[in-house]
């Protein structure tokens, strides 16, 4: 339960950082809040030659609002965004889900950089940033690169940054939503997710205009539910409307079965969560 | 080996050499014998290691030594000594908040966060706040119970 021997560095610019990792060789890792980095070198799950802390960069901690975006820098722990004004006034419902990653001490290191990049599949980060349709800003060796939410998780743990590529930003956009709802069912409070929904909704009279829903916990990645939303989307709002959204989202997710919950039973709950998560989005005032 | 400097509990340590891979938990226990932090899992799920890095709780099991160069550190052992506990640890004492002892200084370090986070620390954010700290002996109520009633002590100090 103690790491393997690794050469340690902690670069103060990005770049400087980009540059460690291309000397790497491949044998790197970047460091961040090591919450997740950390419990895999002390399994010595992870073995690598050199860590490259990127605590001592600055100014890449910000959340900061940039006309109809707000654009969060990697290095942001998790505690600041559960705590930001700003995240509670323009992102709810990350705000929402803030209280249910980790636990105090977990969220005053984790960053969102290195929840993006580790991309758990129930993690709510990465689910988030498929919500709200955000942009993964990364940076290598040849400059900034601009990455939609929806092509950088590519599987469990897996995403598209090239080896040598660090996240510095995300932008997510402002949602035109009247009303939202985020759920979320762990075994103990602060857990991973068995499975968790987010709903967001905008009315135009007694008929749904636009809505969108984002899962994790039931598959190898997160997962923003398209067909479902292109299914409700301009129907007419009745009070049967949550159970449908039900139906159609146990319909749509694949599960694993694992130690915490059946496959069965994780369809049967991302329904349960969906309903509960829009019956509280339709009851905000429109 | 790299080099680093650390204040623990007020005490400034210059210069010591630690290798890159030595965790922080162990540079307090086995580096500077500072062995009230506890450690159980190392994988950052049970919370006995947690101590307070610039002021925040951290696991202490989960950041390297080297990350800690600079950085003012509080354990356990910063927070009052057996003949004057603290009140945190008063509050314990008084409402049989430990039983074998093992859990409890991560939670004194997290309640101290909470505290300090939460003036007005509901019963529901002082929940929230533990769980991530693991007791298998004491059923919880009794560390809710005390994180409470030091809550309440603070609020008064504060309003008098
Ligand atoms: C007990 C426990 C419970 C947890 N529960 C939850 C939970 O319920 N929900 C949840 O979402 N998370 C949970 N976590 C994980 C936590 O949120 C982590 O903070 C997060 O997943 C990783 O962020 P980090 O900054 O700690 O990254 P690190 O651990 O430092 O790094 C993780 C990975 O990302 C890479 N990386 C980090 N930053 C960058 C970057 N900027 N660019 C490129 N690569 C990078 C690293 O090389 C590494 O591979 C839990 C952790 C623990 C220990
Ligand atoms: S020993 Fe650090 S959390 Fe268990
Ligand atoms: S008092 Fe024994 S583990 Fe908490």
Redesign the interface.
Known sequence: MKPAPFDYVAPSTVEAAIEALVAANGEGKILAGGQSLVPLLNFRMVRPAVLIDINRIEGLSFIELRGDKIAIGALTRHRALERSQLIAEKLPVMKAAMRHVAHVAIRNRGTIGGSLSHADPAAELPMLALFYGATIVAQGASGRRHIAAEDFFVDALTTCLAPEEIVVEIEFPLLAHDGWGFEEMSRRFGDFALACIAVAIRRGGDVLDDLRVAAMGVGDTPLRLRMVEDQLRGAAIDGSMPERLAQLVSASVSPNSDVHASADYRRHLAGVLAKRALTTALAAKA | M?TIRVTVNGERYEEVAV???L?LS?FLRDTLGLTGTHVGC???VC?AC?VL?DG????S????A??ADGCEIVTVEGLGTPDALNGLQTAFREHHGLQCGFCTPGMLM?GE??LR?YPLASDEEI???L???LCRCTGYQNIVAAVRSAAAQRREKAAS
């Open positions: 790299a290798e890159p891979r965790l162990d190392e994988h950052g919370g947690t890095l925040d709780s951290i696991r099991c989960l950041t390297l080297v990350q997290t966060d909470l986070t929940r929230e706040g769980s991530g700290n």
